[in-house]
Structure formats: structure tokens, C-alpha cells
């Protein structure tokens, strides 16, 4: 299969990218390689990428029209899977506008871009973020997501929403994946996983929100790729007894889906921050906070619809990604 591959540099994209290349897909990847965080991971993900068979790659920014235009008018596409977006809760209030113009206006230009050329399947990343002021354990996508607590979230309830209207209107198969906490090896900088493991071994202070009274639904990274793999594989199609008087908003008469992909296991911030010390053999200077704006206490992925769909849900124990993890960092920066 011919797929293009927005975000390619990215945390996501770039492990996806080795896997579908891994068992004979073909991969046009496009990212702008912006300084969001170091761009030099991205150069160093996408140099594992560049010289492989069957892939190629366009410094591309998906929210130049004309640029796009051009990506869908002189390549030919079986399948669009879209992950490039402005990510991060907090950044939303510094940059709201970074925003606006990655998550909805490039948005649009894929979809665009995908109805044109009449593409078979479009996969998009969404976000665990849009459950919001839900408190409601474990998350379902039949769950109303109408709080959105921070624009990063509701930009990405926005993206459901659009790619609904697409399928609706011109019966563009979409799936829309809510990811879970992703982390593991070749992480983001911005994220805990990382950021906590770099100021440990530095002997920095790490600031703990909420004073530590949180939970997060970790998910591996190699069960993220799994997961979109599957479900690439199988188009959305519409829901033949889906029931317009009582509407499930996961589902529809059009080819649309949505679906979590989360690990289902509920992990506690401090516990986790204990595996972290233990496997960097170093304590934590803790710096306890309040709890931030945009910030949810906590997060669980009921994940059932997955595993009807594609004989699988994400499973990897957080003892065992982070060890992964820390064992990548060490290599990847040379830390003894």
C-alpha cells in the first residue's frame, strides 16, 4: 500500500513509519521539522527513515494550501494517516494561534486533499484530551466530550468533528484514534517521560503537579503502532443499525470511527516516578505544584471497541516501557 505519513518526524510517525516500511508498505512522509522541541531528534528519527526502500520525504508544512495541493496532485495515495498537529496542553497558552493554524486549517487541507483524490482510508490522531471536564472512568468514546478544558482538546474535538462532515458528505472513510499518554523510546522532550528522566539524572528538581495526585493511562509506543496499524487495515464503514433518535457519537451512517488506544491500566503519578528512580538509580528532587490549567487529574481508556475490531488492545506494563525507555535515553545521549 502507497500511504502518506504527515508528522513523519514525529514521536508517532516515526516509529509507525519503520513499521509499515518493515512489512512492504510505501511511505511518502511530510513534516516541517518545526523547533516546537529539539529539532535535532527529528532530523535524528527521520535520518533512520531516509536511503530505506520505498520511502520518500518532503519537508512539507500542512498549513500551506498550495503546498498540499501539490503533495495530492503529484503523488497517488491508497491511504492517508494524519499526525502532524501543534501537540501539548500547556503551549496553548502561550501560542493559541499555533494552534489554530496546525490542527484546523492543516487539518482541513488534508482532508481536502484526501476527498479530491478519493482516498480509501483516513486515519487521524485525536487525543485522550478530549474527555475534558469528564470525570466518568474509564473513558468510552460514547462518552460526551463537550468540555474540552484546554484548545489543544478542543481542537482535536474539532478534528472529529470535521472528518464526521467529510464522511458524511462525501463518504471519505475516516477513523480518528484518541491516543492515550504516549511515551517510550524516541519520545517528545515535552513530554514527562522525558523531561522527568533528563532533570533526574541532572540532579534538577522535577515538578510534580497536583502535588502528585494524579493518574495516567501510559501507552507504549510499540502498542500505539500496533494499534494503527490494524486499524489501517480496515476502513471505516457505516454502522448499518446506528439509530439517528438515539446517536452514538463513536459511530454513524457514514464510514466514520472513532476508537481509544490506551493501555486500560490506571498508573499513579508518584508510582511512576518510583520506577523512573529506580531504574536511573537516582532519586528525585521532588517539586510539588498545583495543578495546572488544561490539566485533568486523571485518565483510563476503556478500550473494548479496539479489541473487537482488530484482535488487539495495548498491554506493555509500565515497568516494562519505561525501562525501554531509559535504556534508549542513556544510548541515544550518551549518559553512562
Keep these: 500500500m502507497r500511504i502518506l505519513v504527515t508528522g513523519v518526524a514525529g514521536f508517532i510517525g516515526h516509529a509507525l513509519t519503520l513499521k509499515l516500511l518493515e512489512r512492504g508498505d510505501a511511505i511518502f512522509g511530510i513534516d516541517n521539522l518545526n523547533d516546537y522541541y529539539d529539532v535535532s531528534l527529528k532530523q535524528a528519527r527521520l535520518a533512520q527513515l531516509e536511503g530505506q526502500a520505498h520511502f520518500e520525504f518532503a519537508k512539507t508544512d500542512i498549513t500551506d494550501r498550495e503546498a498540499m495541493a501539490g503533495v495530492f496532485a503529484n503523488q497517488r495515495f491508497e491511504a492517508v494517516i494524519h499526525l502532524a498537529a501543534q501537540v501539548g496542553v500547556r ?9 489554530i493554524d496546525a490542527n484546523l486549517t492543516g487539518f482541513a487541507n488534508v482532508l481536502e486533499g484526501a476527498r479530491e483524490k478519493k482516498i480509501g482510508h483516513l486515519v487521524f490522531a485525536s487525543s485522550s484530551s478530549v474527555y475534558g471536564a469528564s470525570t466518568k472512568l474509564p473513558y468510552s468514546e460514547d462518552d460526551n466530550v463537550d468540555h474540552p478544558v484546554s484548545l489543544y482538546a478542543a481542537t482535536k474535538k474539532a478534528n472529529e468533528l470535521m472528518a464526521y462532515s467529510y464522511a458524511h458528505l462525501h463518504r471519505l472513510p ?33 515538578q510534580v503537579f497536583n502535588h502528585g495526585n494524579m493518574t495516567r493511562d501510559f501507552t507504549y509506543i510499540d502498542d500505539i503502532v500496533e494499534s494503527i496499524t490494524r486499524v489501517l487495515d480496515r476502513p471505516a464503514i457505516a454502522d448499518p443499525v446506528w439509530n439517528s433518535a438515539i446517536p452514538r457519537p463513536s459511530v454513524s451512517s457514514a464510514p466514520y470511527r472513532i476508537y481509544n488506544i490506551g493501555n486500560s491500566q ?19 528532587i521532588l517539586d510539588f505544584q498545583p495543578i495546572q490549567p488544561g490539566e485533568v487529574t486523571d485518565t483510563l481508556a476503556d478500550t473494548s471497541a479496539l479489541e473487537s475490531l482488530v484482535q488487539f488492545s495495548p498491554d506493555t506494563p509500565i515497568e516494562t516501557g519505561l525501562a525501554r525507555f531509559v535504556e534508549w535515553y542513556k544510548s541515544f545521549y550518551r549518559v553512562n
Design 91 to 99: 503551549y496553548a497558552l502561550v501560542n493559541p494561534l499555533a494552534y
Design 174 to 206: 475516516c477513523t480518528g484514534l484518541r491516543f492515550f499518554t504516549v511515551y517510550g523510546p524516541w519520545g517528545r522532550p515535552d513530554m514527562a517521560t522525558f523531561k522527568f528522566t533528563q532533570n533526574i539524572l541532572a540532579g534538577r528538581p522535577i
Design 266 to 284: 490506571s498508573v499513579q503519578l508518584r508510582r511512576y516516578i518510583e520506577i523512573l528512580e529506580q531504574y536511573l538509580g537516582k532519586k528525585a
